[in-house]
């Protein structure tokens, strides 16, 4: 059995009320056939004889016939913005990429059962025009993301595409998921989220446990950098090993830091994808 097939769905859920028209599972600001009670109205203001309260009416002071009123749950728009420059490449066990992969494997189940339709951009270098899906609500759609990604091969370079990814959802209302590992200057990010000011986003770190935990015995190690693919050989002893810890809980810290100043909380998966966390990610931010 594969990594997808073990795969769950998880549970998202906006912090605000979403527009729309469309029915979904998300609540709405827009009033229709929903189960929220509103108020009433009069019926030839919102002529729905459907909705006739007859005890409201009877007791109306004004002697209208009155009509209940709802909030509609409607439907969102659900985009992933995924990094496939080199370093997504990296692995021990399985490519950083691959973790991605199943992490958009879960998402598509999970939008697909409460009716959000799903697209998907990607960037490197250049915007990834190849791997870009248009958001649809489609059963199948999350296998072919997916299996896009996994046959991936990313190259070195940077992620000067995002740009352009991202004027694809300029003053579009979604929820959108930013998935990377973030080993880029943060100061290129920022305005790329100040261009998605209409969007909840969810930063998504991918790391792998090779990133984040040194080697545990003293020996040489050859190192390469996965952008830029400059090779070095270390020593690694207990002061590296420290460092190198350091470094990471420094970055994190940096991370938080960032994304805290913008009222966005990351994800962080490390080497393999947890939908119950995702879950909880969810119900913490709305509780």
């Not at 599972?25 to 909705?51: I, K, N, T």
């Not at 040489?220 to 460092?243: C, G, N």
């Amino acid at each position: 059995m594969s990594a997808a097939d073990e795969l769950h769905e998880f549970h998202y859920r906006l912090p605000q009320r979403a527009a729309g028209q469309r029915p979904g599972s998300h609540p709405g600001s827009s009033l229709g056939a929903g189960q929220e009670f509103v108020s009433h109205m009069s019926l030839y203001d919102r002529p729905d004889p459907r909705r006739l309260d007859l005890r409201a009416s009877v007791r109306s002071t004004t002697g209208d016939w009155l009509v209940r009123v709802n909030r509609q749950r409607v439907g969102v728009t659900v985009q992933l913005l995924v990094d496939v420059s080199a370093s997504m490449g990296f692995g021990a066990r399985r490519r950083k990429i691959d973790v991605a992969a199943d992490f958009v494997e879960s998402l598509a189940r999970s939008a697909f059962r409460v009716g959000d339709a799903l697209g998907m951009l990607a960037f490197d270098q250049r915007e990834r025009a190849d791997l870009c899906v248009p958001a649809t609500l489609s059963r199948g759609l999350g296998s072919v993301m997916a299996d896009s990604l996994r046959q991936c091969t990313p190259a070195p370079g940077g992620i000067e595409g995002l740009e352009g990814a991202l004027q694809q959802l300029i003053g579009r209302e979604a929820l959108v998921f930013l998935v990377s590992d973030f080993h880029w200057p943060l100061d290129r990010l920022g305005g790329a989220l100040d261009l998605l000011s209409h969007a909840f986003v969810v930063p998504v770190v991918v790391w792998d446990p090779a990133e984040t935990e040194p080697p545990p015995h003293d020996a040489i190690a050859p190192l390469r950098d996965a952008e830029s693919s400059v090779r070095r050989t270390l020593f690694m002893r207990p002061k590296l090993r420290t460092q190198w810890r350091d470094a990471v809980t420094a970055r994190r810290a940096e991370l938080d830091a960032f994304f805290s100043a913008r009222d966005l909380r990351p994800f962080f998966i490390h080497g393999a994808f947890d939908a119950e966390a995702m879950s909880d990610y969810f119900f913490e931010a709305t509780a």
